[in-house]
């Protein structure tokens, strides 16, 4: 595997009971959580950029990951996904290191999902087929019609700092499961696992130059990828504020395919009728979660038992390599600053601060899980999204469904939505109006490597998951014979 110059593979060697990673040859810091220095990590230029897409290009064009029959690719990434689960439980501290997820969290759900998406991914190499089309036809003329789906060369992959492993796979299974070359940026605070995930897909056999992993800055390695000339696709995870210079520089640059996932404000309703013991948190990942319930509207007849409920649950914050650990630190200094900010706002403008709201007065980047009430529909905190373990609570009058609606949807995002109530007609009611590209009722985070995930609005456009992302890293040619 060509990787840009000097980077090295990661080794794991056990420390006080810790997992510690090495790297050597480095120059970029990373910081654990409790801000021990925990590694250094090459900074990647503009010149990494080149020598990646090149290797990338290269390797689809001329290589034998070009010619390769898709049954053969597949056979390839499931070997991946095989090394995934031996290393499962080291790729997990490293994650819970790496991002503050706490590790219970991150063996599950940061890794064990990114195991089932390259496995599910791996089952579609082989099925990528197209469609014969009658047309029209000019007597005596006779014509065959058809379409072939083929992967669009090197594609650039940048991805956030909250799933670093998960958000990885979501994006590189589809791509390098259509045939895609892959040169991917993780973000610059949360660069480990794509490091050792560049190590498993070397031993897996995936071949040189289609798997190419650039720390580096947005400002520097971002932005070359997207200016880049042989870069025919990219997709990119992150805020809709950068989403937006994204578009623009692949328009100017080569007119690039382009999938964006991007910024959320998802609202959630919860009915009288709910089952409330299943009425969801915000707190799942430190709210460091792209489709967290931004906004809480609550049935006025249940809002103050709902909001009882929330206060009194129980939350152990500490050391998320501690496997009794269910509230980690948050992934860095500048986060831990903005919801401060955050909560300073909300009190300025009135909300009702029931819970939290505070920095956990020990080392490193601990927030308590923060609850507001009394939230109106012109305050900051219920337009702007956290990206933090805060609740934001509202209350809506009893059977007003419209007027909720209405409320739920007064936002230009549009990622994803839920609905709590045991009134089946209410739920399709609801669920048909919500204006958001994922729909929960009566569950929430449920997401799964079969079902399409992506947003309407300013959350973006594209899909991950699901058959439909395969369309994300493919290109459809339309073939007429006439004989």
Not at 110 to 136: E, L
Not at 249 to 275: H, M, Q, Y
Request: hydrophobic share 40%; glycine share 8%.
């Amino acid at each position: 595997m060509e990787l840009m110059k000097n980077m090295v593979l990661l080794e794991i060697k056990y420390c006080e009971s810790r997992i510690v990673p090495k790297f050597k040859n480095c120059s970029n810091m990373v910081f654990l959580s409790f801000l021990q220095a925990l590694c250094d990590v090459s900074l990647a230029q503009k010149s990494d950029v080149d020598k990646a897409v090149a290797a990338a290009k290269e390797a689809f064009e001329d290589g034998e990951w070009g010619k390769m029959n898709p049954r053969d690719r597949g056979r390839l990434i499931y070997k991946l996904a095989d090394l995934m689960e031996e290393h499962q439980e080291e790729l997990a501290t490293i994650e819970t290191i790496d991002s503050g997820a706490v590790y219970t969290l991150a063996l599950k759900t940061h890794v064990g999902m990114s195991i089932q998406t390259f496995r599910y991914f791996a089952g579609w190499c082989d099925k990528i087929q197209g469609s014969t089309i009658p047309i029209n036809q000019a007597r005596p003329n006779r014509n065959l019609t058809f379409t072939k789906k083929e992967p669009i060369g090197v594609c650039a992959i940048i991805i956030p700092w909250n799933y670093p492993l998960m958000m990885l796979a979501w994006k590189t299974a589809a791509c390098l499961a259509a045939g895609n070359t892959v040169v991917l940026k993780p973000a610059q605070v949360t660069p480990l696992t794509a490091l050792k995930f560049a190590e498993l897909s070397a031993r897996a056999g995936i071949p040189k130059g289609v798997v190419n992993i650039l720390p580096g800055s947005g400002a520097v390695v971002g932005q070359h990828l997207s200016d880049h000339p042989d870069v025919r696709k990219l997709g990119f995870t992150g805020s809709t504020e950068i989403g937006k210079h994204i578009m623009k520089s692949c328009a100017v640059s080569n007119v690039k395919k382009v999938s964006l996932e991007l910024g959320g404000k998802s609202p959630l309703i919860i009915f009288s009728d709910c089952d409330i013991d299943k009425a969801v948190s915000v707190f799942f990942n430190k709210g460091e979660n792209c489709i967290a319930a931004g906004r809480i509207f609550v049935e006025d007849s249940i809002h103050d038992q709902f909001v009882k409920r929330v206060v009194f649950e129980k939350m152990k914050i500490g050391d998320p390599l501690d496997r009794s650990t269910d509230h980690g630190p948050q992934n860095h200094k500048t986060h831990l600053e903005k919801l401060l900010e955050y909560c300073q706002i909300a009190n300025m403008e009135g909300a009702t601060l029931v819970y939290g709201g505070k920095q956990v007065q020990r080392p490193g980047f601990f927030f308590e899980p923060t609850v507001f009430t009394d939230v109106q529909d012109h305050m900051y905190i219920a337009k702007e999204e956290s990206f933090g373990p805060i609740m934001i609570i509202s209350k809506f009058r009893s059977g007003d469904v419209d007027d909720v609606l209405r409320r739920a949807n007064a936002t230009e995002y549009g990622l994803a939505s839920g609905v709590f109530t045991q009134d089946i007609s209410k739920a399709l009611y609801v669920s048909e109006r919500l204006n958001a590209g994922t729909v929960f009722v009566n569950t929430y985070n449920k997401t799964d490597v079969a079902s399409p995930f992506g947003g309407f609005k300013q959350s973006g456009f594209g899909k991950d998951l699901g058959q439909e992302a395969l369309n994300e890293y493919l290109r459809i040619k339309a073939v007429t014979i006439e004989y």
